[in-house]
């Protein structure tokens, strides 16, 4: 089974940037996509951003034009690198990887965008 870690949260003031950081590593797998879901108190998870292996992305309306995903297929990480925040982007967000067999969420890092 794989462990996924995320790491880059914290506070930031609106406007500012924070780049977000996933690896998942410790068993044998084949990474088929990763993203970035986030969850506000209350509210569904949400996707963010995904990137396959092949380096397709998908983003979220809301994330478009402000946050980019990318990845490093040789270290199974993947980034989020988030400029313009707003607090409406305060959440906890989650790492999910896709493999050929199963699926794995990392523990979620916060982000609050607050003055």
């Known amino acids: 089974q794989a462990q996924v870690v995320e790491s880059g949260g914290g506070l930031v003031q609106p406007g500012g940037s924070l780049r977000l950081s996933c690896a998942a590593s410790g068993s044998r797998f084949s990474v088929n996509s990763m993203g970035w879901y986030r969850q506000a108190p209350g509210n569904q998870r949400e996707l963010v951003a995904s990137i396959t292996s092949g380096g397709s992305t998908n983003y979220a309306d809301s994330a478009k034009g402000r946050f980019t995903i990318s990845r490093d297929n040789a270290k199974n990480t993947v980034y989020l690198q988030m400029n313009s925040l707003k607090p409406e982007d305060t959440a906890v967000y989650y790492c999910?990887?896709?493999?050929?067999?199963?699926?794995?969420w990392g523990q979620g890092t916060q982000v609050t965008v607050s003055s």
């Open positions: 999910k990887v896709i493999t050929h067999w199963t699926t794995y």
